[in-house]
Structures are given as structure tokens and as C-alpha cells.
């Protein structure tokens, strides 16, 4: 269903995530946006579960000569709203199929996966790939890579593995995905059969109208999430007010490190920007490559629970000093709502992948740095899940971890 835009002759793709419920989905488009600083429209959720769907747009890359416009969305899981599903996989020019890994979860999987192949056989034209994204990698019923690939032989999907509540892996599979819908665009193109236009999915407001007069079908007792009251994956938690910002003039024992924190804070660009929901909390993004990030959970009723958190939290720090960015800190700030909260700053720098793609560094290179990264963390028991997309290098060759902090564990709130 690719077009080619009349006006800049760009090549607009459609490129849909599909799989089972609590697979990942969200998860994987909102790590996918914050990785292009692009916000998603997710129109409703109902406990954490997508509605309608996620959209974002991405413009990036170039095919021909010609620039390329990504349409990206993610459907709902849930069997009740398999008219809502239909409408955008028979207008994709490629599936990322987030699959769930986790034993428990696999036969509802494999069961999605060949309800998906069936479908798009059906399709007209040259095929539609499927890029599965072996999700919950991390989890410890996950079944093994060989045991994933035998099982998935016959359905003819590349597979790239992921955690997509941390992001590692997300990239890496919509990367590919864009290959496999380049090669249908060209395939089209050479019979004669892409069509020009400005959009493949749709104006996103009239779609979502239309989603909303189509029939629901009910829902399977089967259906229920696996796992799901322990280890779900994080999905934006709709809150009508968003918390305050922080900023410069938290209180003295509220940032850490003492001094080199609030120097950071100090370094934050003047903005008017309003916090925005993420899959697992809040963010901000402002000018100058700075991220701003609270974790969903991390909301205290008083000041002196929030410092008890905030201390336990930069002991994490404090260990992992050797291996984490210099620049950034972690603060708590007043919510706004006479509460207090746990944020994260942290600067933007490139990671290993992004050195890759440039040409920085040789793949072997960035293999090598995230393993030295891994090491160090498992040495030290530090929870960070390393990975080439938040792990980058210092100016002295050395592997830093450039992403989010987990959240403090435990604690009265």
C-alpha cells in the first residue's frame, strides 16, 4: 500500500505492530518514538491496553533519491477489536509481529502468528513481510533462540529479539522492517502498481472515527493477559494531569550528586514544554539533547519518603559510577499535587548502534564494548539491561551506559 507523495515524491510507508495481548506493542512504538524525539497519539487505554491504537510519524532515510515517511501503529491485541485490527494490516506495507516468548504465553503467540500469515496470503500483489520481534527475552521462562526458530520455520518471519520495555532490540527490528517493505516497494514499483498519494493509513482522526462505529466482537475468556498481574508489559497509565517539572530550585538534599547535580539542572535549556505520558511513567524531552524521566510508581505522599528513595536510588548510582554517563542526576521535585517525585536527567549521547550506523566504530568494536559493559554490571550486581541501543563510549574508549536508571525498588509511598 506504499504511495509516492506527489508533492515531495517522498515514499510513504505503513509499517504495523502487531501480536497477542501485553506482547510489547506499546511498549516497542513509544521506545521507537523517544528514539526519533517523536510523540505517540494513543487515543484511549483501558488498564494499561490499547483501544484503538498507537501512532506515531517519522520522516528518515531516503529510497531512490527519494525521502522516506513512515506511518507507524500498533493495533489492539485483544480479539474484540479484530475489525479494528483488520483495517490496518490490510493497508500495511510490513508487520513487526511482537511475539511473547514467555512459555506460558507461546501457544497464544504461535496461535496469532499463523491467524496473521493466513490473513495476509490473502493479500493481493507481492507479499507483505513479517519481522517477529521475539519479546521478554530477559524474562526467565523464555524459550530458547533454537527452539523459536524451529517453531517458526514453516511461517518464513525474520526474527530479532527484544526487551522492548527497556527498548533493546526495538530499533534493530523496525530497521528491519523497513528493508522488507523497501523491497515491496520496489517490487511494486518495477510492476507498475504504486500509486501516488499523501498517506497509506489514513488522515488519523478520520480513522479513528471509523474505528469507532465498527463492531466489537466478544472477548474470549481465554484471552486474559499470561503473567499478567506480575510482569506485564509497562503501558501508558492515562492520568488527566501530568506531574510538575522539575527544576533548578529543588531543595537542598533533593539532588545527587550534591554539587555536579544541580550543575546539571543548571544546564537545562529555558523551556515552556509540558510533561508527557510514556509506557512507564513521564518524560520530557527538551532542546539541547536533554531527557527528563519519572517512572510511573515513583510518587511519594511526603518529602521524607522521597529522600529515603532518592538516597537508596544514588547508591545505584554511586556503584554504577564506573560504567554510567557523567552527565546526569536524579532529583526529587514537588508533583504539583502535594506529592513528591523521583526524576532522572540525563543527556542525550550517541550509542553504540548509532556509532555503528555512522561508522564510528566497526561492528566488532561495538560487540566488544557491550560485552565489557555487561561484564562490568554483572560484576557489580547493577541492574542495567546493556544493550547497543543505551550503551555508548567516553572520549577515552571506554563503554558508558547512556540510558535510564531503573527505578528504586521497594519503599513506603
Given at each position: 500500500?506504499?504511495?509516492?507523495?506527489p508533492?515531495d515524491?517522498?515514499i510513504?510507508?505503513?509499517?504495523?505492530?502487531?501480536?497477542?495481548?501485553?506482547a510489547?506493542?506499546?511498549?516497542?512504538v513509544?521506545?521507537?518514538?523517544?528514539?526519533?524525539?517523536?510523540?505517540?497519539c494513543?487515543?484511549?487505554?483501558?488498564?494499561?491496553?490499547?483501544?484503538?491504537?498507537?501512532?506515531?510519524?517519522?520522516?528518515?532515510?531516503?529510497?531512490?533519491?527519494?525521502?522516506?515517511?513512515?506511518?507507524i501503529?500498533?493495533?489492539?491485541?485483544?480479539?474484540?477489536?479484530?475489525?479494528?485490527?483488520?483495517?490496518?494490516?490490510?493497508?500495511?506495507?510490513?508487520?513487526?509481529?511482537?511475539?511473547?516468548?514467555r512459555?506460558?504465553?507461546?501457544?497464544?503467540?504461535?496461535?496469532?502468528?499463523?491467524?496473521?500469515?493466513?490473513?495476509?496470503?490473502?493479500?493481493?500483489?507481492?507479499?507483505?513481510?513479517?519481522?517477529?520481534?521475539?519479546?521478554?527475552?530477559?524474562?526467565?521462562?523464555?524459550?530458547?533462540?533454537?527452539?523459536?526458530?524451529?517453531?517458526?520455520?514453516?511461517?518464513?518471519?525474520?526474527?530479532?529479539?527484544?526487551?522492548?520495555?527497556?527498548?533493546?532490540?526495538?530499533?534493530?527490528?523496525?530497521?528491519?522492517?523497513?528493508?522488507?517493505a523497501?523491497?515491496?516497494?520496489?517490487?511494486?514499483?518495477?510492476?507498475?502498481?504504486?500509486?501516488?498519494?499523501?498517506?497509506?493509513?489514513?488522515?488519523?482522526?478520520?480513522?479513528?472515527?471509523?474505528?469507532?462505529?465498527?463492531?466489537?466482537?466478544?472477548?474470549?475468556?481465554?484471552?486474559?493477559?499470561?503473567?499478567?498481574?506480575v510482569?506485564?508489559?509497562?503501558?501508558?497509565?492515562?492520568?488527566?494531569?501530568?506531574?510538575?517539572?522539575?527544576?533548578?530550585?529543588?531543595?537542598?538534599?533533593?539532588?545527587?550528586?550534591?554539587?555536579?547535580?544541580?550543575?546539571?539542572?543548571?544546564?537545562?535549556?529555558?523551556?515552556?514544554?509540558?510533561?508527557?505520558?510514556?509506557?512507564?511513567?513521564?518524560?520530557?524531552?527538551?532542546?539541547?539533547?536533554?531527557?527528563?524521566?519519572?517512572?510511573r510508581?515513583?510518587?511519594?505522599?511526603?518529602?521524607?519518603?522521597?529522600?529515603?528513595?532518592?538516597?537508596?536510588?544514588?547508591?545505584?548510582?554511586?556503584?554504577?559510577?564506573?560504567?554510567?554517563?557523567?552527565?546526569?542526576?536524579?532529583?526529587?521535585?514537588?508533583?504539583?499535587?502535594?506529592?513528591?517525585?523521583?526524576?532522572?536527567?540525563?543527556?542525550?549521547e550517541?550509542?553504540?548502534?548509532?556509532?555503528?550506523?555512522?561508522?564510528?566504530?566497526?561492528?566488532?568494536?561495538?560487540?566488544?564494548?557491550?560485552?565489557?559493559?555487561?561484564?562490568?554490571?554483572a560484576?557489580?550486581?547493577?541492574?542495567?539491561?546493556?544493550?547497543?541501543?543505551?550503551?555508548?563510549?567516553?572520549?577515552?574508549?571506554?563503554?558508558?551506559?547512556?540510558?535510564?536508571?531503573?527505578?528504586?525498588?521497594?519503599?513506603?509511598?
Amino acid at each position: 500500500m506504499a504511495v509516492v507523495d506527489p508533492e515531495d515524491h517522498a515514499i510513504v510507508l505503513s509499517v504495523v505492530y502487531d501480536g497477542p495481548p501485553r506482547a510489547g506493542k506499546t511498549s516497542s512504538v513509544y521506545a521507537l518514538a523517544r528514539g526519533f524525539g517523536r510523540e505517540v497519539c494513543t487515543p484511549e487505554a483501558r488498564d494499561g491496553r490499547t483501544v484503538f491504537f498507537d501512532w506515531v510519524e517519522h520522516t528518515g532515510g531516503r529510497f531512490d533519491g527519494n525521502p522516506l515517511r513512515c506511518e507507524i501503529a500498533s493495533v489492539p491485541g485483544q480479539r474484540r477489536w479484530v475489525r479494528r485490527r483488520a483495517l490496518f494490516l490490510d493497508r500495511a506495507d510490513v508487520i513487526v509481529f511482537v511475539g511473547d516468548t514467555r512459555a506460558r504465553a507461546w501457544a497464544t503467540t504461535l496461535d496469532r502468528l499463523h491467524d496473521l500469515v493466513r490473513r495476509l496470503a490473502l493479500r493481493p500483489g507481492t507479499p507483505v513481510g513479517v519481522v517477529f520481534q521475539a519479546n521478554h527475552r530477559d524474562h526467565p521462562t523464555a524459550l530458547p533462540l533454537d527452539e523459536l526458530r524451529t517453531a517458526l520455520a514453516a511461517a518464513r518471519v525474520a526474527i530479532v529479539e527484544s526487551t522492548a520495555h527497556d527498548g533493546g532490540g526495538v530499533r534493530e527490528a523496525f530497521v528491519f522492517a523497513i528493508r522488507l517493505a523497501l523491497d515491496r516497494v520496489r517490487a511494486e514499483q518495477a510492476a507498475g502498481r504504486l500509486a501516488t498519494g499523501r498517506t497509506v493509513l489514513g488522515d488519523r482522526d478520520e480513522v479513528l472515527g471509523v474505528l469507532r462505529g465498527l463492531a466489537v466482537e466478544p472477548a474470549p475468556p481465554e484471552e486474559e493477559p499470561v503473567d499478567a498481574a506480575v510482569d506485564a508489559t509497562p503501558t501508558p497509565t492515562p492520568v488527566a494531569t501530568p506531574p510538575a517539572p522539575p527544576s533548578v530550585d529543588v531543595p537542598v538534599g533533593c539532588v545527587w550528586p550534591p554539587v555536579d547535580g544541580r550543575i546539571v539542572l543548571g544546564a537545562l535549556p529555558p523551556h515552556r514544554q509540558t510533561v508527557t505520558a510514556a509506557p512507564d511513567g513521564w518524560q520530557l524531552q527538551l532542546p539541547g539533547g536533554w531527557r527528563v524521566h519519572s517512572w510511573r510508581d515513583a510518587r511519594y505522599r511526603d518529602l521524607d519518603r522521597a529522600r529515603g528513595a532518592l538516597i537508596a536510588w544514588a547508591g545505584t548510582h554511586a556503584r554504577a559510577g564506573d560504567v554510567l554517563s557523567a552527565r546526569r542526576c536524579v532529583l526529587v521535585a514537588a508533583d504539583g499535587a502535594s506529592g513528591w517525585r523521583l526524576w532522572q536527567v540525563v543527556a542525550d549521547e550517541p550509542t553504540l548502534r548509532e556509532r555503528t550506523d555512522a561508522g564510528d566504530l566497526t561492528p566488532a568494536a561495538a560487540t566488544a564494548l557491550l560485552a565489557a559493559a555487561r561484564h562490568h554490571c554483572a560484576r557489580h550486581d547493577l541492574a542495567l539491561a546493556c544493550a547497543l541501543d543505551n550503551v555508548g563510549v567516553d572520549d577515552a574508549g571506554r563503554p558508558r551506559f547512556v540510558g535510564l536508571v531503573p527505578a528504586p525498588v521497594g519503599g513506603a509511598r
